[in-house]
Structures are given as structure tokens and as C-alpha cells.
């Protein structure tokens, strides 16, 4: 499949080890914000989402927190695997009030066997 | 199931030519939107619909258009094809009581 993005930060981890990507959002009014996986020459997945009167929320071996003093957010891999390989995106929605999503540029995820 | 699919899966067009990419889905989703990736841009917002007639600019709509007919599908149209626009295409769907987008397998478009 075609590359997503040659010059994206990249984390580079063992497997077995455990993952965290890091976001920053940019404006402290959104109160929704998404996690998104994409594979090489596929769409992006939904991983796992967070509203903003929550600062952890926990899915299958991945956690998201929110951290709204410094507008940050992070996602947590436990025990990562070579099939979460891929680039990462957070998203915010708008602040207008609509149904749109804001992406940010994404990190690469490379598992070392 | 339901899903959300993109043809074609790859084109290759010349400048000039009108090209249209199709998007269909079968969740019933209200919410349809069409982005556009590139490296180092992440994700921008080409067009969008929240229903049948309805459709809106997003952040990067010069020289694509959209129409919404019926609910399952929002067409993009490249009026006139330039080489600024070989891109990867993602269309997604959304339900309006849910923030979450699933997206489909997206059209690599490259402009000659």
C-alpha cells in the first residue's frame, strides 16, 4: 500500500513493551476527541474515543487520558504487537458546534519483532 | 453488513479532465464528508453533508464540488483535474448523535 507520510514522527518500540503517543489539540473548548489507526493503504479505524468531563477512558489494551490544563492527550498500548504497526491520528471536533473533526498529523508506530 | 466503499480503489487522470469519485454507504448515515491526505497535511476536510441536499466547504474546497441526492452517496467531483490535486481520498459517514467518522478504504488519484 502507499505510505501515509514519509516525514512523520515516528515511535519506534519492543514488542511486548508498552506504547504511549502523545497529542497536543489545539483550541480548549472541544469536548470530544477521537483516536484513529491507519494502516498502510487503508482508511482510518476508530481505536477509541474521550469526552471532555472524562480524563481516562480504557478500551481493549489501549487507555486514552486527557490532560485539559495542558491540552493534551495521550495513547496508551499495553503490550504492544507487531499488528499495531501503523500511524496513529487524534482528532478534536470543531468548535462550531458541528460534526466535524479536526486531525492532527499523526505519529507512525513501528514494532521491533 | 454495513459499510462505507470508495471507487475506484485507484485512478490516473490527466489535467483537465473532470473526475468524479464515488462514495457509498449503507449505515444510513446522515453525516458524509470527503477528505484529502497528503504527506506531512494529516487529514483535510474537503466538503461535507448532513443530509440529502445539504452540502458545505470545508478547509480545502477550491476545485472539487459534491452533491447529495440520496443519503447513501456523496459523489466529489474534480471539475478540472490539476496535478496539485493527486492525493489520497477518504470519504467517511457519521450518525448525527455521535461525534465518531468511519471511513472508507480511499482512492489514490494521481493527475498527469
Known amino acids: 500500500g502507499e505510505s501515509v507520510g514519509l516525514h512523520l514522527p515516528t515511535l519506534s518500540v519492543q514488542e511486548g513493551d508498552n506504547s504511549i503517543i502523545n497529542c497536543a489539540y489545539s483550541?480548549?473548548?472541544?469536548?470530544?476527541f477521537i483516536w484513529y489507526k491507519q494502516e498502510s493503504g487503508k482508511g482510518p479505524q476508530f481505536i477509541i474515543d474521550i469526552r471532555s468531563n472524562m480524563d481516562k477512558r480504557q478500551g481493549q489494551r489501549v487507555t486514552v487520558l486527557l490532560n485539559k490544563t495542558v491540552k493534551h492527550l495521550s495513547l496508551q498500548i499495553a503490550a504492544t504487537q507487531p499488528g499495531d504497526s501503523a500511524v496513529y491520528f487524534c482528532?478534536?471536533?470543531?468548535?462550531?458546534?458541528?460534526?466535524?473533526?479536526?486531525f492532527g498529523s499523526g505519529t507512525r508506530l513501528l514494532v521491533r519483532p | 453488513d454495513a459499510e462505507i466503499t470508495q471507487s475506484p480503489r485507484h485512478k490516473i487522470t490527466e489535467t483537465g479532465r473532470q473526475v468524479t469519485l464515488a462514495c457509498h454507504q449503507t449505515?444510513?448515515?446522515?453525516?458524509m464528508f470527503w477528505y484529502r491526505q497528503d504527506l506531512g497535511h494529516g487529514l483535510r476536510l474537503i466538503h461535507y453533508s448532513y443530509g440529502v441536499h445539504d452540502t458545505n466547504k470545508g478547509e480545502v474546497s477550491d476545485g472539487y464540488s459534491v452533491s447529495r441526492s440520496n443519503t447513501e452517496d456523496l459523489p466529489l467531483t474534480l471539475e478540472s483535474a490539476a496535478s496539485s490535486q493527486t492525493s489520497v481520498y477518504f470519504c467517511a459517514s457519521s450518525d448525527p448523535g455521535l461525534d465518531e467518522q468511519y471511513f472508507g478504504p480511499g482512492t489514490r488519484l494521481t493527475v498527469t
Open positions: 449505515w444510513n448515515h446522515n453525516n
Open positions: 482528532a478534536e471536533n470543531s468548535q462550531d458546534s458541528s460534526y466535524k473533526l479536526i
Open positions: 483550541n480548549s473548548a472541544s469536548d470530544y
